[in-house]
């Protein structure tokens, strides 16, 4: 398999509290990948470094062979990288639609704000209603994100970054506060991705619907990776429940 990231030895600490302490793994072109870890594992901050929304004290961060860690997180998008965020960020002066035509047109033109302008209207609009017709967002594109139930914000934001036509996914806790049956719909939906070319990473605290749909998994605790490897395999392993139990 091709290696599309490599994260190799990430070191950071907030008021010197290590969250990340030597975390190293690889990301394999077409996969599906999944951090899991307990609580203040420091899952997340392990993510935002690879999207360079937090820079690392020390360690490195590749896209392919080419080592990224100095650009910032517009940089690493031009070269195939998308991410959602936990807590999700529409505009929410747009509709649902123009959301996911600015993330499109920012491919194109470098900046979100002149996409519409610069940009033919018809093929983002085209564009962005395909993406939500396969979300299952075409019937709410003229909505605002306001009118938005919590489920359907969340389906949105992977809408927004499947625009943006990545290679490499990043998605931090898509299933956080749904219900069940809106998680499973989700990782259902995430599941789909990486038949379409799109690798994806994704943390996220709910192990039952990761378990189900992960190729493989990184189990991070107390900033260190303690395990991967195939979901089965992982979650057998006495050390990895006693991180998530305390017990064996």
Same mark, same amino acid.
Do not use: C
């Given at each position: 398999?091709?290696?599309?990231?490599?994260?190799?030895?990430?070191?950071?600490?907030? #008021?010197?509290?290590?969250?990340?302490?030597?975390?190293?793994?690889?990301?394999?072109?077409?996969?599906?990948?999944?951090?899991?870890?307990?609580?203040?594992? #420091?899952?997340?901050?392990?993510?935002?470094? /690879?999207?360079?929304?937090?820079? $690392?004290?020390?360690?490195? &961060?590749?896209?392919?062979?080419?080592?990224?860690?100095?650009? $910032?997180?517009?940089?690493?998008?031009?070269? #195939?990288?998308?991410?959602?965020? +936990?807590?999700?960020?529409?505009?929410?002066?747009?509709?649902?639609?123009?959301?996911?035509?600015?993330?499109?047109?920012?491919? +194109?033109?470098?900046? $979100?704000?002149?996409?519409?302008?610069?940009?033919s209207r018809a093929a983002a609009?085209?564009?962005?209603?395909?993406?939500?017709?396969?979300?299952?967002?075409?019937?709410?594109?003229?909505?605002?994100?306001?009118?938005? $139930?919590?489920? +359907?914000?969340?389906?949105?934001?992977?809408?927004?970054?499947?625009?943006?036509?990545?290679?490499?996914?990043?998605?931090?806790?898509?299933?956080?506060?749904?219900?069940?049956?809106?998680?499973?719909?989700?990782?259902d939906l995430i599941r789909t991705?990486?038949?379409?070319?799109?690798?994806?990473?994704? &943390?996220?605290?709910?192990? #039952?619907? &990761?378990?189900?749909?992960?190729?493989?998994? /990184?189990?991070?605790?107390?900033?260190?990776?303690?395990?991967?490897?195939?979901?089965?395999?992982?979650?057998?392993?006495?050390?990895?429940?006693?991180?998530?139990?305390?017990?064996?």
């Amino acid at each position: 398999m091709t290696v599309l990231a490599r994260i190799d030895d990430l070191h950071i600490s907030f #008021g010197g509290v290590a969250a990340a302490n030597g975390v190293s793994f690889i990301v394999e072109q077409g996969e599906f990948l999944a951090v899991i870890g307990p609580n203040g594992a #420091g899952k997340t901050t392990a993510l935002r470094m /690879v999207a360079g929304i937090l820079r $690392p004290d020390s360690g490195r &961060v590749f896209r392919g062979d080419r080592d990224v860690t100095s650009l $910032p997180a517009h940089a690493r998008v031009r070269l #195939g990288l998308g991410f959602t965020h +936990q807590i999700v960020r529409p505009f929410y002066s747009f509709t649902t639609i123009e959301n996911v035509m600015l993330a499109a047109g920012h491919h +194109q033109t470098g900046s $979100p704000w002149r996409a519409i302008a610069i940009r033919s209207r018809a093929a983002a609009r085209k564009r962005a209603h395909e993406i939500l017709e396969r979300i299952g967002l075409a019937a709410e594109s003229e909505k605002s994100p306001r009118a938005l $139930p919590l489920g +359907q914000r969340k389906r949105l934001e992977v809408a927004r970054a499947i625009a943006l036509d990545p290679k490499l996914l990043l998605l931090d806790e898509p299933l956080a506060g749904l219900s069940s049956a809106e998680a499973a719909t989700m990782a259902d939906l995430i599941r789909t991705l990486p038949g379409e070319g799109i690798t994806v990473l994704l &943390v996220e605290h709910n192990l #039952g619907e &990761v378990l189900r749909v992960a190729d493989r998994l /990184v189990v991070l605790d107390a900033g260190k990776v303690l395990a991967e490897g195939v979901p089965a395999e992982v979650m057998k392993r006495d050390d990895v429940r006693q991180a998530y139990t305390g017990v064996v």
